[in-house]
C-alpha cells in the first residue's frame, strides 16, 4: 500500500458551489479507492495558477518537507498538471507526483474487465500521457508500479511517440467498430419496437443495485467509486407486457476530464441512444444538488440533457430527515424516493417508466391459424397476453402488444384482428 499525501487546491479567481473541504474528501475517496494509505490532506488557497508549480514555491517547499517527515511515497494534487509542473514539483519534492485525472485513470484501469473497457482505459491513458513523453521522461522512468502507473497499456509506453500515435490511431478505429455495433444492435431494437431506459448519475449514487434490484441482473456492488465502467443491459418486462432494456452506465464525477468522456464514446452511446433517462441520486449526500449539477454538465456534452427522465432519489432507507425528503420531491421534477438495496417504491418507479412507454403499445383481440404457434411464442415473449383460446378455426387471443409489431403483422395479414 502506497502512502500518500494528498493537496487540495483552491483558486481565488474561479467560482465554483463546491467547498474546498468538498474536494478535499473526494480526492481523499479517490486515493482510497486506489488502495493508498492517506497521511495528510494539505489545504492551499491560491489567486491563480503558476506557470511552473501550479502553486507558489514557498508551498512547494512546505509540501516537500512534510513529505520527508511522513515517508509519503506519492504526491496527489486534486488539480491537473502540466507536463511542467509535474516534472518542476517533482524536482523540488523528490517524490513521484500524480494529478486527479491519473488518479481517476488509476480506478478505471483496476475496474476495466471486459476487452471494451479496458480499450478505453488504455486509449484514455495514452491521450493523457502523450503530451508528457518528452525525451526519456520521468514518467517513462518510473513504469514500475503503484498509483498512476497501472492498466492495460503500461507494457506498451515503453515505444516512442510515433508508435504510441499508432496505437492510439488503432485503439479509436476499434472503439469505432465497437460503436458501428452498438449502432446496429440499437437499429435492431428500434425495428422491434424495444424501448431503451438508461440509469444515469453521480459514481457510488447506487445505479448498479437499481438495476438489480429491478432486473436480478447480479451486477457486483460496492461501496466505492467507478465500481461500473462496462454498460450492463438487461430486459425487463413491464406490467402492461412491453419489454424494455435497462442498462447501467459509467458513473459521472465533478468536472469529469473531457478527454476521459471522449474515451468513453462507446459506452455512453447507450446513454445517447436511450429513450428515457433514470437519474440516480443518493440523497444522504450533502452535495446532492452540486453533485446533480455535475451529472448535467456531463449530459449536456453528451448533448442528451433535453431527454425525459425520472429522478430516482436513491437511499431513503439511510434517511433520518423526511422534512429533507419533501424539500428534495419539490426541487427535482418528475421525483420518486426509493430505496434501491430494500426495494422499497420500485413499484411506484416501474409504473412510472410504463407511464412513458404506455403509447406505444396496443390493447387487442386477434385470431390466427393453429399452425402458426411462432407467433404464439412471439406474443408472450414481445407482449402480454391476457387470454387465450384454442377454437376450431383458430388461436384468439387478448394481449398488449407493441404498436409497431401489430402494425408489421396486421398489414402482412399474418393476423386477423376481430376487436
Known amino acids: 500500500m502506497e502512502k500518500a499525501l494528498l493537496v487540495t487546491i483552491k483558486f481565488k479567481h474561479v467560482e465554483t458551489k463546491w467547498r474546498m473541504q468538498d474536494v478535499a474528501e473526494e480526492i481523499e475517496e479517490l486515493a482510497q479507492t486506489c488502495g493508498a494509505e492517506v497521511l495528510d490532506n494539505i489545504s492551499c488557497i491560491c489567486e491563480k495558477p503558476t506557470p511552473n508549480f501550479l502553486i507558489g514555491k514557498g508551498k512547494v517547499d512546505e509540501i516537500a518537507l512534510l513529505a520527508q517527515e511522513l515517508d509519503a511515497d506519492v504526491i496527489i494534487f486534486s488539480h491537473d498538471l502540466s507536463w511542467t509542473q509535474q516534472r518542476n514539483l517533482e524536482g523540488v519534492i523528490n517524490k513521484k507526483t500524480i494529478d486527479r485525472t491519473q488518479l481517476i485513470l488509476d480506478i478505471f484501469a483496476r475496474h476495466a474487465k471486459s476487452p471494451e473497457g479496458k480499450m478505453q482505459v488504455e486509449l484514455a491513458q495514452l491521450q493523457?500521457?502523450?503530451?508528457?513523453?518528452i525525451g526519456k521522461g520521468i514518467i517513462l522512468s518510473?513504469?514500475?508500479?503503484?498509483?498512476?502507473?497501472?492498466?492495460?497499456?503500461?507494457?506498451?509506453?515503453?515505444?516512442?511517440?510515433?508508435?504510441?500515435?499508432?496505437?492510439?490511431?488503432?485503439?479509436?478505429?476499434?472503439?469505432?467498430?465497437?460503436?458501428?455495433?452498438?449502432k446496429t444492435q440499437h437499429k435492431k431494437r428500434e425495428e422491434r419496437q424495444v424501448p431503451v431506459v438508461a440509469l444515469v448519475g453521480y459514481t457510488n449514487a447506487g445505479k448498479s443495485t437499481l438495476l438489480n434490484a429491478l432486473t436480478n441482473a447480479g451486477q457486483v456492488v460496492s461501496d466505492g467509486l467507478f465500481t461500473t465502467l462496462d454498460t450492463v443491459s438487461r430486459t425487463l418486462q413491464l406490467s402492461s407486457g412491453e419489454n424494455i432494456i435497462i442498462s447501467d452506465t459509467v458513473g459521472f464525477l465533478n468536472e469529469l476530464p473531457h478527454h476521459l468522456i471522449e474515451s468513453f464514446q462507446?459506452?455512453?452511446?447507450?446513454?445517447?441512444?436511450?429513450?428515457?433517462?433514470?437519474?440516480?441520486?443518493?440523497?444522504?449526500?450533502?452535495?446532492?444538488?452540486?453533485?446533480?449539477?455535475?451529472?448535467?454538465?456531463?449530459?449536456?456534452?453528451?448533448?442528451?440533457?433535453?431527454?425525459?427522465?425520472?429522478?430516482?432519489?436513491?437511499?431513503?432507507?439511510?434517511?433520518?430527515?423526511?422534512?429533507?425528503?419533501?424539500?428534495?420531491?419539490?426541487?427535482?421534477?418528475?421525483?420518486?424516493?426509493?430505496?434501491?438495496?430494500?426495494?422499497?417504491?420500485?413499484?411506484?418507479?416501474?409504473?412510472?417508466?410504463?407511464?412513458?412507454?404506455?403509447?406505444?403499445?396496443?390493447?387487442?383481440?386477434?385470431?390466427?391459424?393453429?399452425?402458426?404457434?411462432?407467433?404464439?411464442?412471439?406474443?408472450?415473449?414481445?407482449?402480454?397476453?391476457?387470454?387465450?383460446?384454442?377454437?376450431?378455426?383458430?388461436i384468439k387471443i387478448k394481449l398488449n402488444l407493441p404498436k409497431i409489431l401489430y402494425d408489421k403483422l396486421l398489414s402482412s395479414k399474418e393476423i386477423e384482428d376481430i376487436c
Open 128 to 133: 493523457y500521457l502523450m503530451p508528457r513523453l
Open 142 to 182: 518510473r513504469l514500475g508500479g503503484g498509483i498512476g502507473t497501472r492498466g492495460p497499456g503500461e507494457q506498451k509506453l515503453e515505444v516512442d511517440r510515433r508508435r504510441i500515435r499508432k496505437i492510439i490511431d488503432n485503439l479509436k478505429n476499434e472503439l469505432k467498430q465497437v460503436r458501428i455495433q452498438r
Open 266 to 394: 462507446a459506452t455512453l452511446e447507450e446513454v445517447a441512444q436511450a429513450d428515457l433517462l433514470i437519474h440516480v441520486l443518493d440523497v444522504n449526500h450533502p452535495r446532492i444538488y452540486e453533485r446533480s449539477k455535475a451529472v448535467f454538465d456531463v449530459l449536456k456534452q453528451l448533448h442528451v440533457d433535453q431527454k425525459p427522465m425520472i429522478t430516482a432519489l436513491n437511499k431513503i432507507d439511510l434517511l433520518n430527515d423526511l422534512t429533507w425528503l419533501s424539500k428534495l420531491k419539490e426541487d427535482f421534477v418528475n421525483s420518486i424516493a426509493i430505496s434501491a438495496k430494500l426495494k422499497e417504491n420500485l413499484g411506484i418507479l416501474l409504473a412510472e417508466i410504463q407511464q412513458n412507454f404506455i403509447s406505444k403499445m396496443a390493447s387487442v383481440e386477434i385470431r390466427i391459424p393453429h399452425k402458426r404457434m411462432d407467433l404464439v411464442d412471439l406474443f408472450y415473449r414481445e407482449g402480454k397476453v391476457k387470454e387465450i383460446k384454442y377454437e376450431q378455426d383458430g
